[in-house]
Nanobody
Framework: QLQLVESGGGLVQPGGSLRLSCAAS????????VGWFRRAPGKERAGVSC????????YYTDSVKGRFAISRDGAKNSVYLQMNSLRPEDTAIYYC??????????????WGQGTQVTVSS
């Protein structure tokens, strides 16, 4: 059964950095595109970044381009989201998802608990 666990969130000041981790059990993440999504207070869940399985292409929503970087570590069966220059508007619960292909609006039944990121002074 597909199970992903997100970690690495926390409280950080504006301009700070965090690295989120998405660890898998029951599946090999290299076989999937992996997306990071976030749900900000009072908003719908939205796509943040995705890395493809085929060629490692990466995708970012406009608001995080140049600040966030997604990467894989096959040996650890994990995907990471390095978040730099964090802004208060990045505050959200962050989730990862294993997908057939990168998709900003997946019909995905396996959402985990997510990890809370709070950017505040």
């Amino acid at each position: 059964q597909l199970q992903l666990v997100e970690s690495g969130g926390g409280l950080v000041q504006p301009g700070g950095s965090l690295r989120l981790s998405c660890a898998a059990s029951g599946v090999t993440l290299d076989d999937y595109a992996v997306g990071w999504f976030r749900r900000a207070p009072g908003k719908e869940r939205a796509g943040v970044s995705c890395i493809s399985s085929a060629d490692g292409s990466t995708y970012y929503t406009d608001s995080v381009k140049g600040r966030f970087a997604i990467s894989r570590d096959g040996a650890k069966n994990s995907v990471y989201l390095q978040m730099n220059s964090l802004r208060p508007e990045d505050t959200a619960i962050y989730y990862c998802a294993a997908l057939p292909t990168c998709n900003w609006n997946p019909d995905y039944p396996y959402w985990g608990q997510g990890t809370q990121v709070t950017v505040s002074s």
